[in-house]
């Protein structure tokens, strides 16, 4: 349970990071507003034509009396957006580093230099295009994945009581553990971790994933919030990512006082863990 603590934390250390560095965090908004106006023309979008898409793709019940016709049409679109809804809250981290790959990628080095012993900030050698590349065939695995959660979650939610209590207490746990992936990717893939080496780090840390992630679930749900706070989630996303990896970090960049050889040595990955290196 100490880890839930420990993983709020690091998000907590990553907002404290981007508001002693306003040029970073003024960068790191672009990518989010971005992506927030493409959302929302598109929710706006299926408000405005969902139900003649309903209408069209159910041509079976044109004959069918009032009020079943109504109410069955209706059901639909209002399902259609709920499922729209939940993919949107689902891939928009994946959408937006994607959007903002070279941002958070600069955002991420600054902050591992600043808590670097050494000064120091892993580099992956490779060409925007390649990195673009990784970014998105991993993003649309974990988006796969995440969307088939999703579905599993949204039919479990029909089952009475335990679909209206405990279901979307899941939701937020899975939807915070798969934002917590695609956030730590930005650090991980400058150190060439694969994706399923990412995924076995954070299995062995769950509670940590869950104190860091799924805070940011539920603060996820709204748009505006999800913005301001990107920047934010990859600076403790990336100091995470270095516990995770057994790195040292200088505490006082981190977000406290600074201090002469004030250097904290975190600990080793479990050893069932895969190695970090290609």
């Known amino acids: 349970m100490r880890d839930l603590g420990t993983g709020f934390q690091y998000l907590l250390k990553g907002q404290r990071w981007v508001a002693r560095h306003g ?11 971005i992506t ?10 299926l408000a405005l034509w969902g139900e003649d ?18 109410l069955f049409r209706g059901f639909l679109t209002a399902v259609l957006f709920a499922l729209a809804l939940l993919l949107s809250v689902v891939t928009f981290t994946a959408v937006t580093l994607l959007i903002g790959q070279p941002f958070y990628e600069n955002l991420s080095e600054k902050v591992d230099r600043d808590v670097s012993p050494d000064g120091h900030a892993p580099e992956s050698g490779l060409p925007l295009w390649r990195e673009l590349w990784i970014s998105a065939r991993d993003s649309l695995r974990i ?23 405990a279901v979307p207490v899941i939701g937020f746990f ?27 780090l954070l299995r062995s840390r769950k509670t940590l994933v869950w104190g860091f992630g799924t ?18 989630a990859v600076a403790g996303a ?35 863990s895969s190695s970090p290196a290609r």
């Open 23 to 33: 040029r970073s965090y003024g960068f790191g908004l672009l990518p989010g507003l």
């Open 36 to 45: 927030l106006v493409l959302y929302a023309a598109a929710l706006v979008a």
């Open 53 to 70: 898409a309903v209408t069209w793709a159910t041509p079976f019940a044109d004959d069918w009396s009032s009020p079943w016709l109504g």
């Open 143 to 165: 988006v796969v994945r995440a969307a088939l959660w999703g579905v599993l979650l949204f039919a479990c939610g029909f089952i009475p009581v335990v679909g209206q209590t």
């Open 174 to 200: 899975v939807t915070g553990f798969f934002l917590t992936e695609e956030l730590t990717a930005v650090a991980l893939q400058r150190r060439s971790v694969e994706l399923r080496t990412r995924l076995t």
């Open 215 to 232: 805070p940011l679930a539920v603060a996820f749900l709204v748009p505006f919030v999800a913005v301001f706070l990107m920047p934010g």
């Open 238 to 272: 990336t100091l995470m990512a270095r516990e995770l990896l057994g790195e040292e970090t200088d505490e006082g960049g981190a977000g406290g006082e600074k201090g002469d050889g004030d250097v904290t040595t975190l600990p080793q990955p479990p050893s069932g």
